[in-house]
C-alpha cells in the first residue's frame, strides 16, 4: 500500500516493433500528469535491467539494487528507483 501521496508506477511491456516509438513515454506522461492533479508528490518503481534507461530518461534516481530469485537457480538484478513529483 502506497504512503500518502506516492505511487507505485507499473509499466507493461510493450511489442519489440514497438521498441523506440515513443508509445510508453506517452502513456508515462499522460499517467504522471494524471498524478499529479491528485496530489501524488512521489513515485516508485522496481525497475529491471532493461526497464531502467526508461525510467531514469522519465526522471527517476536508483535508490536500491536487489537481487531476485526467480525460480530454480534463476537471479536476477532490480533496481528499485523514485521520483520526486513537482
Known amino acids: 500500500m502506497p504512503m500518502m501521496g ?3 508506477c507499473c509499466i507493461a511491456r510493450r511489442a519489440p516493433r514497438a521498441a523506440r516509438s515513443g508509445v510508453a ?3 508515462y ?3 504522471e500528469q ?3 492533479a491528485q496530489g501524488v508528490t512521489r513515485l ?3 525497475a529491471s ?3 531502467k534507461p526508461f525510467f531514469h530518461q522519465q526522471g527517476f534516481s536508483v535508490i536500491a ?3 531476485v530469485q526467480r525460480g530454480e ?3 536476477l538484478l532490480r533496481y528499485r528507483m523514485q521520483k520526486i513529483l513537482d
Do not use: I
Open 49 to 51: 535491467m532493461l526497464a
Open 65 to 67: 539494487q536487489e537481487e
Open 25 to 27: 513515454s506517452t502513456l
Open 73 to 75: 537457480g534463476v537471479t
Open 44 to 46: 516508485f518503481t522496481e
Open 6 to 8: 506516492t505511487s507505485t
Open 29 to 31: 506522461l499522460a499517467a
Open 34 to 36: 494524471r498524478l499529479v
